[in-house]
């Protein structure tokens, strides 16, 4: 019974974690939107002032693409726009996973990925929210809407120095692995944090397109 009692009160502290979370979330999404919102009026007088300029001399036209290279990169066809936002996992040399999403399977992937961005920073410092709302932007000025969000991250809040403390020491009578950080770590820290970079993502879209955007992940 004392047992259960426990488990009760420590799935409504995460409960309420998460709650807080998602308020943090929406809260950071509101002020990206504002400064979004501050930046866009400064673009449209811009576009304004510009126009009210005195004409300048045309700039001579874009060479043409030559023959051979539109041959090469073949038909424009495309199986939509992503968004991705996370990590190394979308942030990688060589072949990553948006390389073989381009290549392989003919999406156009924007990013605004970071390699060794923690999952934390990202739902705790507002830099990737910001550039996914100024990215969000790009694209519908080119009236292309994103068919949904890729999301990665966690990694690197463990991997490196931090895994050291999720192991009890190899010479201790204890269990390899020290399940009351990794419950802390990962119910607690990484599923607020998600919980809140989730929430930012859905203000963010709702707010540009009176809709939610799909948000894919991995675990």
């Known amino acids: ?10 799935s409504t502290r995460v409960d309420a974690n998460v709650s807080a979370a998602i308020k943090s979330g929406r809260a950071m999404a509101e002020d990206v939107i504002a400064f979004r919102t501050k930046q866009t009026r400064k673009r449209t007088a811009t576009v304004k002032r510009m126009a009210r300029a005195p004409k300048r001399r045309r700039a001579p036209a874009a060479p043409p693409i030559p ?3 539109r041959a090469l990169l073949g038909s424009p066809a495309s199986a939509g726009v992503l968004i991705a936002e996370g990590d190394s996992w979308f942030d990688y040399p060589f072949h990553d996973v948006l390389q073989m999403l381009e290549d392989d399977y003919l999406y156009d992937v924007e990013t605004v990925a970071h390699k060794g961005d923690t999952v934390e920073d990202m739902a705790h410092s507002g830099g990737q929210f910001e550039e996914f709302a100024r990215r969000l932007e790009k694209l519908l000025r080119a009236n292309k809407v994103p068919r949904a969000v890729l999301l990665s991250g966690g990694g690197n809040d463990i991997a490196g120095d ?3 403390i999720l192991l009890n020491h190899a010479a201790s009578s204890l269990p390899p692995i020290n399940d009351d950080i990794v419950r802390g770590l990962i119910d607690v820290r990484l599923r607020a944090a998600y919980a ?3 929430s930012g993502l859905t203000s ?3 707010n540009y397109l009176g809709r939610p955007i799909p948000i894919v992940t991995h675990g």
């Open 1 to 10: 019974m004392a047992k259960k009692v426990r488990k009760s009160r420590r």
């Open 67 to 69: 023959s051979r290279t």
């Open 162 to 164: 931090e895994f050291a």
């Open 196 to 198: 809140s970079i989730i």
């Open 204 to 206: 963010i879209a709702q």
